[in-house]
């Protein structure tokens, strides 16, 4: 399983903190930048990720903004793309389990980053359920 990170200014910090934790669980990641605390625009971020994601070139992702909003938004216009703005434990859950997707964003502004390591641990552990919520991912894909 591939991982990419993206963030910007305002998520640097909780971007860097997830990179260490998912290294630190031997999984293969590419961070995308920002690679530091300097003003920069959250689309950007969200179409760099949304498309490298889109291009099967990597599995899943984690962006991060300050409120996660902006950032998912842009990595959702990239057809294959399902990125869920996940600042609790039960919507990180549901976001996979329910809605198979494929990125994680978060609001560094909303979450702190204990909470957020635990979003990602939900994330990382919990399969999609297919069945009937698979038919519903067809309906979103078209």
Do not use: Q
């Given at each position: ?20 934790q ?15 605390a ?12 949304g ?42 859950r ?33 399969e ?9 991912i ?5």
């Open positions: 399983m591939r991982w990419v990170l993206a963030a910007d200014h305002a998520g640097f910090e909780l971007k860097e903190a997830i990179e260490r998912l290294r630190a669980k031997g999984l293969d990641v590419t961070d995308l930048g920002t690679h530091d300097s003003r920069t625009d959250y689309p950007d971020w969200g179409h760099a990720l498309e490298v994601v889109a291009s099967g070139e990597y599995d899943r992702g984690v962006l991060v903004c300050g409120s996660g909003v902006g950032i998912s938004i842009a990595a959702n216009r990239h057809r294959g793309v399902r990125a869920a703005l996940c600042n609790d434990l039960y919507t990180a549901m976001a996979r389990a329910h809605n198979d997707a494929n990125v994680l964003a978060m609001g560094s502004r909303v979450v702190g980053p204990g909470v957020a390591e635990a979003i990602v641990e939900a994330f990382i552990a919990t999609f359920e297919g069945g009937r919520h698979a038919e519903r067809v309906k979103i894909e078209r």
